[in-house]
């Protein structure tokens, strides 16, 4: 069985992987400002948008699961990077995928999850 946890991101000529190892959604969720993932998707659904800095919490902490050798302030750069190539908002929708995969937000049952992300077209 191969188990499919992470989500490609190319951008600045590389393929980057966004992955959520439960190492990085504890850190992530110690900077969100609702200090929970489940809170963020629940707000998400009920049409509330997640914060700027939260996006960013989000993203920066799935690059750094997708590659451990990154230091946060790689990992800031790359941000910086990725979303000054392509939209926060498809990055963003990319990273949410990744943390869907990883299964934090529980097991894909048949129901439709709530802010269950597509990837973008590339």
């Known amino acids: 069985m191969v188990l499919d946890k992470f989500v490609e991101l190319e951008f600045g000529g590389k393929k980057h992987k966004l992955c959520y190892p439960i190492k990085y959604v504890w850190e992530a969720e ?6 929970n993932f489940l809170v963020l998707v629940s707000r998400a659904s009920k049409g509330i948008p997640p ?3 939260d996006m960013f919490v989000v993203i920066k902490y799935a690059l750094m699961g997708g590659d451990p050798k990154l230091t946060e302030e790689q990992a800031e ?6 979303i000054g190539e392509k939209s926060l908002e498809d990055v963003a929708r990319l990273a949410m995928l990744a943390l869907k995969k990883s299964g934090v937000l529980g097991k894909d049952n048949g129901k439709k999850a ?3 992300p597509e990837a973008p077209e590339a």
């Open 51 to 53: 914060t700027v800095y």
């Open 30 to 35: 110690r900077h969100l400002s609702e200090g």
């Open 114 to 116: 709530p802010a269950a």
């Open 77 to 82: 750069e790359l941000y910086i990077e990725a």
